[in-house]
């Protein structure tokens, strides 16, 4: 662990041990006497961390602490004190502190809490950054390229009329996309109108678009307004559009063209002046192939295509998302902050995200839950998220042979260890990508850092 650490310690025989203990860990220390040295160093330079006596000549710990926090909330004062008394401890935590140790200074406790504290602000610098504006567009975090040209292409068709079709794996955010395309269109004032249509069965698809009129059939006992009806002078946004039935594009194909449409049981033409905006995790160009989509609808909803990246696909973004997930969790549940230990990042960002963005969100929020102190820790992930940084047994066994003609996962292959397992898998990856690197780490399912250092541990760069 390296960084800047103020050491504020009027004893010299304390100061200079806890100089050296430092040194020896990788950390930079600024060793001062007094608590006026501390706050005037403050003013020239930004620490990790300090760590600050309590009984101080001149100005007290307590009082620097204070003069700290008023200036620079996040930064993390590690408290130490020839006293265990309850009075000083809580006096010390109420004004701020991250924790505090009791003298004699225990070496490993010491080097643990200082690691933790320092982890901690350089999290809480990211987050405070994130929240600065670093967003992107409606409530999408990314800084990552593909998420920098998703932004671009956004604000590019937001201020347009035309039809823009949103594909991408389930929980990479396509409502969130929608809802930024229509905040930038002339239409910010009016409705965003959202219909899932894989959640409405076929027999009532037509229906929760046009509406009905009273009487249309058993159990209509009043009129109702669909979707198109409600959606004027705003924006429609049909997720999941390639489960409509082929009876429904029809009449969706009609109400693009012309503006207009009848409610189920109607005859009267209603017009209603709509975006329409497309979202699927479906290929369409082969569903329009195999005849379950029409080719005309098609072309209407796809005058724009906005493609949503998959998580593993901008691994950048992972400390940025997680981080506002947790702020987001946090609010209205109780006091407590709590963040991530750089242990439980690294798991984060090695793992492949099938379920993308919303898979992180619900797995931020089960540790935050989980997590009994103020810092998530590998233990407190998910288990298949925790066990990420290593290449599962079951992943090398995916390859198809080893070489004398036996498949890994028959009885006659031979008994092998686990990291001579992982490194088949990965060489066997290498294969048949040609060395592409994105596609091992989407086969393996490690991140990007890690297949690094599994290349340069069994020599295979």
């Known amino acids: 662990m390296s960084g800047l650490v103020l050491l504020v310690e009027d004893d010299r025989a304390i100061r200079v041990l806890l100089q050296k203990w430092l040194v020896d860990s990788g950390y930079v220390v600024e060793a001062l006497e007094t608590g006026e040295d501390c706050l005037q160093t403050l003013g020239q330079t930004l620490p990790d961390a300090i760590l600050l006596d309590v009984n101080l000549p001149g100005v007290s710990g307590l009082d620097v602490l204070e003069a700290i926090k008023d200036s620079q909330h996040f930064l993390p004062v ?3 004190t020839s006293e265990s008394g309850v009075e000083t401890v809580v006096s010390a935590m109420q ?10 200074l225990d070496r490993t406790k010491l080097l643990t809490t200082l690691k933790n504290a320092v982890e901690r602000h350089r999290m809480s610098l990211r987050l405070a950054q994130l929240e600065s504006g670093v967003d992107g567009v409606g409530g999408m ?3 990552s390229p593909v998420m920098n040209s998703l932004f671009a292409r956004i604000s590019r068709v937001g201020g347009t009329d035309v039809t823009v079709l949103i594909h991408g794996e389930s929980g990479t955010g396509k409502e969130l996309a929608a809802r930024a395309v229509h905040e930038q269109s002339r239409r910010a004032s009016g409705p965003f109108v959202a219909l899932n249509c894989a959640a409405i069965p076929e027999t009532l698809q037509e229906d929760e678009l046009f509406g009905h009129e009273k009487g249309a059939f058993t159990g209509a006992d009043q009129q109702r307004a669909g979707k198109f009806e409600l959606a004027d002078r705003g924006t429609l946004f049909l997720d999941e559009i390639g489960e409509l039935s082929r009876s429904v594009q029809a009449k969706l194909l009609r109400a693009i063209q012309e503006r207009t449409f009848q409610r189920v049981g109607g005859t009267r033409e209603i017009t209603s002046n ?3 905006l497309g979202a699927t995790n479906r290929d369409l160009r082969a569903e329009v192939a195999a005849g379950n989509f029409r080719e005309d609808l098609f072309y209407r909803i796809a005058v724009f295509e906005l493609g949503m990246p998959p998580l593993r696909d901008r691994r950048e973004d992972i400390p940025g998302l997680a981080l506002k997930f947790l702020r987001d969790f946090g609010v ?3 006091d407590r902050r709590v963040d991530f230990s750089g242990e439980a990042m690294e798991a984060l960002m090695d793992y492949a995200w099938p379920g993308n963005v919303r898979e992180l969100q619900n797995a931020v929020q089960r540790a935050a839950v989980e997590c009994v102190t103020g810092q998530i820790t590998p233990a407190d992930l998910p288990h298949e998220i925790r066990g990420s940084n290593r290449l599962s047994v079951e992943a090398a066994a995916a390859v198809n042979g080893n070489g004398d003609g036996h498949s890994l996962g028959s009885p006659q292959a031979p008994l092998m260890r686990l990291d001579e397992l992982e490194r088949l898998a990965i060489e066997n990856a290498l294969k048949h990508t040609n060395g592409n690197v994105s596609a091992v780490v989407r086969h ?18």
């Open 78 to 80: 590690i408290m130490m």
């Open 95 to 104: 004004l701020g502190a991250y924790d505090y140790l009791v003298k004699p």
């Open 141 to 143: 975090v990314g800084s």
């Open 274 to 276: 709509f975006r329409l």
């Open 332 to 334: 209205g549940r109780d």
């Open 444 to 461: 393996l399912g490690i991140g990007r850092t890690t297949l690094y250092r599994k290349l340069k541990k069994y020599g295979l760069q």
